[in-house]
């Protein structure tokens, strides 16, 4: 058997080890990563094949799926067909694919297959957002997500001199020139820029909802929902040196992550809370808990276990944490909610009935819109128009 062939077969192997669970596991990405640690035979270079094949699988599932028990080797094929052309799977692609077209949109790969573009999002969602079916958004959704950084330091030459001695290629965003779009398959924590903190890993979208808002320099700001710190040191780092950020999570283990962060990007002015936040502050961000359907082109596995019953349930908490942290907004602060969700239910629904039981606070406008247009509830970031993940952001202040 060919190298390629064996390859197919070794791939076929992992799905249907993974099959049971692709519709269930919140957690396939975990599960996808001991799956391929546990095979001793693979190198980097196997791991990043069939890691590719799988997310792809994970992607087109509806135009897969049906294939791998009927016809398992034409599964292989759609599926080699379907996958990014990287350094990777370049040979693997050629050998398998080489009597197929070579296409570049979506709409012509449906064709071709005689699938329905829009079956690769799940039917439900269009109640939550149609936008997202429309065939800019369907393309993009279906795309794999860039990698994005976000440079922590004035020293933009240095940053371009350590990647130009590793040899990557980067691309600084028109929208916002401290985010650059690595090109290539790099690992930039390997960087001695990323172990001095001088940049971090963050979609473009991610960076731009900060931006939205207008952050003024100087505040004392609560990060209610910091997670590990992504938007938390991005904060920090708008505040200046005048500034701070109380991080608080309800998971002690992230804060630990974040105080790392701050540390290894010597930021001064974050600190994570042991205790649950009181007091009152110049502005507060509830980046909440959500379904994540903003990230589904990074976790495609979440369009297939995400349900409607699930929505309903983040957007009760959604309610609950925006209401909690709102109440340690000072007379004339900010308050901003944001989700990477493009569910309705999640987003505006959220702040539509907040204000309705918080007459206290207002929307006010957005500092920055990037060319998207405002709700009266806030700005929904779509990812086809800057290749971004989705997302969701809400200024209010408090009268
Ligand atoms: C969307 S993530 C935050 C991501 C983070 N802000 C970032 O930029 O990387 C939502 C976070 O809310 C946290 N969370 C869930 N329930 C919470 C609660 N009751 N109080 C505070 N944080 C909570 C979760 O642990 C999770 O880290």
Known sequence: MSVVGSQQQ???????????????DFNLPQRIQHLLARERAFGSRDRRLYRELI???????????????????????????????????????????????????????????????????????REEYPDVFAPAELEAQLARAPLWLRLQTDDTAGVAADFDVNGWRFAPS???PSAWQVLGEVDVTKSSSYAN???????????????????????????????AGGKSLQLARLLGSNGQVDAYDIRPAALVELQARAVRARMGNLHPL????????????????????????????????????????????????LSQFAARVRVGGQ??????????????????????????????????????????AGL?????RHDTDGFFVASLRRR
């Open 197 to 227: 903190g001088h940049l971090e890993i963050q979609d473009l979208g991610s960076q731009l909802l900060l931006e939205t808002v207008g952050v003024a320099p100087g505040g004392r700001w609560l990060d209610a929902c910091a997670g």
């Open 174 to 176: 028109s929208l916002l």
């Open 335 to 376: 308050l901003v909610y944001a989700t990477c969700s493009l569910s309705h239910r999640e987003n505006a629904a959220v702040v539509q009935a907040f204000l309705a039981a918080h007459r206290e606070f207002e929307v006010t406008p957005f500092a920055q819109t990037f060319g998207f247009t405002p709700s009266n």
């Open 274 to 321: 042991t205790q649950t936040p009181a007091g009152e502050y110049d502005g507060v961000l509830v980046d909440a808990p959500c379904s994540g359907s903003g990230t589904w082109r990074r976790s495609p596995h979440l369009k297939w276990v995400t349900t409607p019953a699930l929505i309903a349930a983040r957007a009760e908490l959604q309610q609950k944490l």
């Open 55 to 125: 997310y792809t699988t994970l992607r087109y599932l509806p135009w897969i799926e049906p294939s791998l028990e009927r016809d398992p080797a034409r599964a292989a094929k759609i599926t080699a067909w379907l996958a990014a052309e990287t350094r990777d799977t370049r040979a693997y692609r050629a050998e398998l694919c080489a009597d197929w077209p070579a296409v570049s949109s979506l709409a012509e790969r449906a064709k071709f297959l005689e699938g329905d573009a829009s079956a690769l999002l799940p039917a439900w969602f």
């Open 10 to 24: 070794v791939f076929l192997r992992l799905l249907r080890q993974l099959q049971p669970d692709w519709r269930r």
């Open 380 to 384: 929904t970031l779509l990812p086809a």
